[in-house]
């Protein structure tokens, strides 16, 4: 029987996967594979993907791979990291614009794709809008990381300056109107959460639309032990994210803990250290490096810093989505500790899955908790651990995605998912 053929396009692209952005794709492209014929698109460039064999598990995952005519020109797809500090994803230049268009359309037509799946969506609004001109019966997927709207206006509870509160309050409202459109001339929306799913059903015209598709993790890469990086200084603490500008929700969460959280810890355990780990630290977080503080910047993995850590750190008070930090830390069956909106979206309970504190001395208080004890910081990790198995998982992703083909299935579809 035959499949659905989906062509997935993305604006994120990166291997080996390095931070949520990243990894929300390739396992989304895992899932996918699984429930599918797929084929990809990469909206950005090969040299900015990786090393020339690290878009091999896309080739292999996929019945077709290719790039459009903008990503083919080496170096013109801007990295996630400088599009980001843009915050509201122009259209890119107009010229390139109309020719990825046409090459989207060709291809479509060439393949007989029965659906258009935009990987983060919520940052394509542009090119979808435009396809659905183009073609307005096919099945159009945007699939969101988060409600972008919400991670720009929950700045304004940290900032105090009036001009960027202004700035704030003017691209929040302007994602806001991108995302009522979005969701009405799209046939699914998705979300991480069934918190970001109240949103969407909110501003869409019809609330069946709203899907559940899950930050996930592979758990095949978490399940082996993994020596730390030289020199690695113990007790740790992993504090891992993307600094990518001065407003970032990472470089507010640093900035605690390093100037009011840690100094109440270094009061008993004046030897812990925190590693911050992730692109862009050495450039927003450079003041904070001292001989208790290690910035490393972007890591090939994380992996060496966060298993040898006592415990990881989501102090978040402004984003949106799902954290990977969650997820990631619970795959390896290391202890978190997490503001309340730092673990939003993910059903993990005070000290059974993780610790939750949300004042400067309760966020202390946990992690002196788990250097005084390492049992409680077993248990919690275990424990997030077999949640992240049950519900986590690329298999979770797929029966998801299946639940989101069924919803779209029209006559003439062999139902094979």
């Known amino acids: 029987m035959k499949k659905i053929k989906i062509l997935f396009t993305t604006p994120i692209l990166e291997h080996p996967a390095a931070g949520g952005p990243q990894l929300r794709i390739e396992n989304s492209i895992k899932a996918l594979a699984k429930v599918s014929n797929l084929y990809v698109i990469s909206q950005v460039s090969a040299d900015r993907i990786g090393k020339p064999d690290d878009v091999s598990y896309v080739r ?23 599009r980001i500090k843009k915050r509201l994803f122009p259209k890119p230049n107009k010229s390139l614009f109309d020719q990825d268009i046409d090459f989207f359309y060709n291809y479509i037509k060439k393949y007989n794709i029965n659906i258009i799946w935009f990987g983060y ?20 997927i945007n699939d969101t990381d988060s409600v972008w709207s919400r991670f720009i206006l929950r700045e304004l509870d940290v900032e105090k300056d009036p001009k960027r509160r202004e700035e704030i309050e003017k691209e929040g409202k302007a994602k806001e109107t991108e995302e009522k459109e979005n969701s009405s001339i799209c046939d699914v929306t998705t979300a991480v959460s069934e918190v970001d799913a109240s949103y969407y059903r909110s501003i ?7 899907h559940i598709f899950s930050n996930v993790i592979d758990l095949e890469t978490y399940k082996n032990p993994v020596p730390p990086p030289p020199d690695f200084k113990t007790p740790a603490l992993f504090l891992g994210g993307s600094f990518y500008s001065e407003h970032s929700p990472m470089v507010h969460a640093a900035n605690w803990v390093i100037k009011e959280i840690m100094p109440i810890v270094w009061e008993k355990y004046p030897q812990v250290h925190v590693y911050i780990v992730g692109r862009g630290g050495e450039e927003q977080c450079s003041s904070l490096l001292s001989n208790n503080v290690t910035i490393t910047g972007k890591v090939a993995s994380v992996l ?6 006592v415990c990881s750190l989501v102090p978040l008070s402004f984003e949106s989505g799902t954290r990977y930090k969650i997820l990631e830390s ?15 979206g993910i059903p993990v309970k005070h000290e059974h899955d993780c610790l939750i504190a949300d004042t400067t001395e309760d966020f202390a208080n946990a992690i002196i908790k788990l250097l005084n004890d390492e049992a409680l910081g077993k248990k919690l990790g275990n424990n997030c651990l077999k949640l992240i198995q049950k519900d986590y998982s690329v298999d979770t992703l797929a029966n998801e995605a299946k639940l989101i083909l069924s919803y779209l299935l029209v006559g003439g579809w062999e139902q094979t998912v």
């Open 304 to 309: 060496p810093y966060l298993r040898n850590s």
């Open 330 to 344: 619970g795959a390896c069956g290391i202890p978190v500790v997490s503001t309340t909106l730092g673990a939003e």
């Open 60 to 82: 292999k995952l996929s019945d077709h791979f290719c790039y459009t005519p903008s990503a083919s020109l080496k170096n013109n797809s801007k990295s996630l990291f400088s």
């Open 204 to 210: 869409s015209p019809d609330t069946n639309r709203v």
């Open 121 to 140: 969506g919520c940052i394509s609004f542009p090119i979808i809008k435009k396809l659905r001109e183009l073609l307005p019966n096919i099945k159009c």
